[in-house]
């Protein structure tokens, strides 16, 4: 049986660019609250996804949780 490893040092805002693993990560919003640091996973995320009413749940928080972002350019 193989084992898998989860990771996520790529929450690390420590770990300079060049040194951060080259994986593609995917975030899938749904409808429910988001974390406070919804706004550093959907940075790291190279693809965004929502299901189950996600997309409004996003629509709803833009303000809160990209408050120095137009919400046209999230």
Same mark, same amino acid.
């Given at each position: 049986?193989d $084992?898998?490893? +989860? @990771? #996520? /040092?790529?929450? !690390?805002? /420590? $770990? *300079?660019?060049?040194?951060?693993? @080259? !994986? /593609?990560?995917a975030?899938i919003?749904?409808? +429910?609250?988001l974390?406070?640091f919804t *706004?550093?996973?959907?940075? +790291? %995320?190279?693809?965004?996804?929502? %299901?189950?009413c996600? &997309?409004?749940?996003?629509?709803?928080?833009i *303000?809160?949780?990209?408050?120095?972002?137009? &919400? #046209?350019?999230?």
């Open positions: 049986m $084992i898998m490893h +989860h @990771s #996520s /040092t790529f929450l !690390l805002l /420590t $770990i *300079p660019e060049n040194q951060r693993p @080259s !994986l /593609t990560y975030l919003v749904l409808n +429910h609250n974390p406070e *706004p550093l996973l959907w940075k +790291h %995320a190279q693809l965004r996804l929502c %299901a189950d996600g &997309a409004n749940r996003v629509y709803d928080e *303000p809160l949780l990209f408050p120095r972002e137009d &919400a #046209s350019d999230v």
